[in-house]
């Protein structure tokens, strides 16, 4: 067995550092369910101003926030239209149907992104026998288009298409903070072209739990009655927001390094055998590559990758995805790039066998 594990999973496989646990540890606390908890409302101001909205809330989950959000836009019967591959019509159980009565209607991006051509017509017409176009969902950075930043031009575009024609705007913004990182647009300048935004503090920020919905107080004043509702009313968790607080005071600049690390590993692959990086660039923090058939089924290179001490997903049969975050070290990926490209060249040369019975993630 290797001596030591590095777990490219995801950026969510993070445990709090030391001086995130001792401003937890520190943390004042109260009962934000029946008034406020001080740490919270710490949060949840410090967000509303790096967000540039009027308000914010703490939540559980990024799910949470997004459904959060869909319910403050949406009526029972409304439609949203997002991306194909985007987090909130696939990863979220259909939840928006589930919980809300929403109907989505997806439109396929390059990586995620989409363009104004693309939306034109898909509002539909006032009419009895049809669902409302009400609003339109994006996703910063795009997570299936592999951690893809959405071209600020062509965002403000639809956005501003979206408004003019009646529809309300919302960001998931899971990874927002990579994005800023990576383009240097500040996060308010994103922000404003969406009525709400959700953030997670429990990704590349480094945070243990949660996530921030930001919008107008009157969004957010409605997002806290439907938080409630969903059971996200939670009580003395200014000890989790503590770590989400820190998280936005510390981590953010630093995302940078996750970006260097995650070219680092994209040109391992790159010169690997049976490997291709797909899609062929990385902008952020994630890594996603095919896996040649010849070479094993993505979930059995995997697999093979995991006994070799390097720990990812395999997100379809032919495809695997690697997240950089802020417990992977330079020396780390250097090591995780040198393993994945000697056992590509083993397994091509036939010196060893890739792993059965790997798993899709
Ligand atoms: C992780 C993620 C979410 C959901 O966050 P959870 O906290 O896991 O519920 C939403 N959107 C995107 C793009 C994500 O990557």
Not at 64 to 89: K, S
Not at 278 to 298: C, G, H, I, S, Y
Not at 327 to 346: F, H, P, Y
Request: aromatic share 4%.
């Amino acid at each position: 067995m290797p001596q030591e594990t590095i777990d490219l999973r995801s950026d969510t496989v993070t445990v709090p550092s030391l001086g995130m646990r001792a401003a937890i540890a520190e943390a004042p606390l109260g009962d934000d369910v029946i008034d406020t908890d001080p740490t919270i409302a710490a949060l949840e101001e410090f967000a509303a101003n790096l967000l540039g909205k009027e308000a914010s809330i703490f939540m559980p989950s990024g799910t949470m926030t997004n459904q959060i959000a869909l319910r403050v836009h949406c009526l029972p019967g409304d439609e949203f239209l997002c991306e194909e591959n985007c987090h909130i019509f696939n990863y979220e159980q259909g939840a928006f149907a589930q919980l809300s009565g929403l109907v989505g209607r997806t439109v396929r991006g390059e990586y995620g992104v989409l363009s104004l051509a693309q939306l034109e017509g898909r509002i539909r017409p006032e009419n009895d026998h049809l669902t409302r176009t009400r609003l339109l969902c994006l996703e910063n950075t795009h997570n299936r288009g592999g951690g893809r930043v959405l071209p600020y031009e062509g965002l403000t575009e639809m956005c501003g298409w979206a408004h003019e024609n009646g529809l309300a705007t919302h960001l998931d913004g899971a990874r927002l903070m990579n994005a800023v990182v990576a383009t240097e647009i500040p996060a308010a300048q994103w922000c404003q072209h969406f009525d709400t935004v959700s953030l997670c503090l429990s990704k590349g920020l480094g945070a243990p739990v949660g996530s921030i919905l930001a919008g107008t107080q009157e969004k957010i004043t409605l997002a806290r009655r439907h938080r409630k509702l969903f059971g996200g009313g939670m009580r003395q968790a200014g000890v989790i927001a503590a770590g989400g607080l820190y998280a936005l005071q510390h981590n953010i600049e630093r995302l940078a390094e996750d970006h260097q690390n995650a070219l680092v590993l994209a040109n391992a692959v790159r010169a690997a055998e049976g490997l291709r990086l797909e899609p062929p660039r990385v902008d952020t923090n994630m890594v996603l590559f095919r896996v040649a058939q010849w070479l094993a089924t993505a979930p059995d290179f995997a697999a093979s990758l995991e006994s070799h001490g390097v720990r990812c997903l395999a997100i379809c049969p032919e495809q695997i995805r690697l997240v950089t975050h802020l417990d992977v070290s330079r020396e780390q990926v250097e090591r995780a790039g040198e393993i994945i490209v000697t056992l590509a060249e083993k397994i091509s040369q036939g010196e060893v066998k890739a792993a059965t019975g790997g798993e899709l993630y």
